[in-house]
């Protein structure tokens, strides 16, 4: 089994401050991790995934995420937002194994103020 | 570029229609999905697939079935629509190696009188 902690629902920043969004996750085998973005109405869109190897991965928007093993996180990190990067933030795991469940957390909405 | 296709953005049914909702991929993804998201409940698998007429049930199949008889195409049956129904649902694929990320559709938003 499989699961992922978004503790914070909404977090709001203000523009050009750096941000946090945590993510926590358990499962019983390796994991393939994600974060996705979701602007208003659209679907998601995948931001950055680690995968294996380094545990520092990076998008093309200035964001980064740290895969942490020994404290099961996935946090991502921007050290300073635009007001473009107001959205919902999705953490998700997947099982490296043969089964294909990918498993959300319940997402994180990003407030950035002027 | 990926593109996965919802054939209804807005969708309106009655309380005990049976309802289909189609999603289409154009990248020969093994595996789709259908996620459906409600306000702090995040996204919950409903039904996935890694095959043709292959289906694996996901956290909340009750009151759902899929059909997969081609790879691009995935539909989701709602037997008897019923109110608690009403929600944002989402079709994925990917392929199926184990760090595929899933591609999304735009989604379909569903409401149920």
């Known amino acids: 089994a499989q699961s992922v902690t978004q503790l914070d629902s909404q977090v709001p920043v203000f523009e050009e401050a750096p941000v946090e969004l945590r993510c926590n996750y358990s499962s019983s085998v390796s994991v393939y991790l994600f974060w996705y973005v979701q602007y208003p109405n659209q679907g998601l869109q995948l931001l950055l995934k680690?995968?294996?190897?380094?545990?520092l991965v990076e998008s093309i928007n200035g964001f980064e995420a740290e895969f942490n093993k020994s404290q099961t996180s996935f946090h991502l990190r921007k050290p300073s937002v635009h007001i473009s990067d107001t959205a919902e933030y999705f953490c998700a795991v997947r099982g490296s194994g043969g089964y294909q469940k990918v498993t959300f957390g319940t997402g994180t909405k990003l407030q950035v103020i002027p | 570029d990926v593109k996965v296709t919802q054939s209804s953005r807005y969708l309106v049914k009655r309380t005990g229609e049976k309802v289909f909702l189609e999603c289409v991929q154009d990248m020969d993804h093994e595996n789709m999905f259908w996620y459906r998201q409600d306000p702090g409940l995040g996204l919950r698998l409903i039904y996935f697939s890694y095959d043709v007429k292959m289906k694996e049930k996901g956290d909340i199949p009750e009151g759902y079935s899929v059909s997969r008889e081609k790879k691009e195409r995935f539909s989701l049956i709602l037997e008897s629509a019923s109110t608690n129904q009403t929600s944002m649902y989402l079709c994925?694929?990917?392929?199926?190696?184990?760090?595929?990320?899933?591609?999304f559709g735009n989604g379909t938003r569903l409401t149920v009188t």
């Open positions: 680690y995968l294996s190897g380094s545990t």
């Open positions: 994925a694929s990917s392929f199926r190696i184990g760090g595929s990320p899933l591609h």
